[in-house]
């Protein structure tokens, strides 16, 4: 999906389950996205680093050190133009609290339906187009 200028919208997909990366990906892409995925932060903030995404999904659970929560505070700190959805289990009312504190703008819970995810990116994509 291109913004105003053109370029198209860049997404980062961040899940430790590579066949929800891989699906999620192709999906952005058929719409008409930039899409890139990572199955752990480190290799997320190499991307976000890279690439500069107007959206991160951010699975919060991963393993290891840099788990979804870390990566947000990662973009918040140097990419503050991105918008951030936090993805996690329905009952995790602590952590949704914690992601939005720390400037998510929203949280999708798992099991995610593709129309969920496409209505939520859809309308940042809207907002990222009107600036």
């Not at 602590?94 to 309308?123: F, H, N, R």
Request: glycine content about 6%; aromatic content about 8%.
């Amino acid at each position: 999906m291109a913004d105003q200028n053109g370029d198209e919208v860049k997404i980062l997909i961040l899940d430790d389950e590579k066949d929800i990366c891989e699906f999620s990906k192709e999906f952005f892409i058929r719409r008409g996205f930039k899409a890139e995925s990572a199955i752990n932060g480190k290799s997320a903030i190499s991307i976000i680093k890279k690439t500069r995404p107007d959206i991160a999904i951010l699975d919060i659970y991963l393993p290891g050190k840099l788990n979804g929560i870390e990566v947000l505070k990662f973009i918040r700190k140097n990419y503050p133009d991105c918008y951030c959805l936090m993805v996690t289990k329905e009952d995790d009312k602590e952590m949704i609290s914690k992601a939005k504190g720390l400037g998510a703008y929203d949280y999708l819970t798992k099991p995610l339906t593709v129309k969920e995810l496409d209505e939520v990116v859809g309308k940042i994509a809207g907002r990222i187009k009107k600036k």
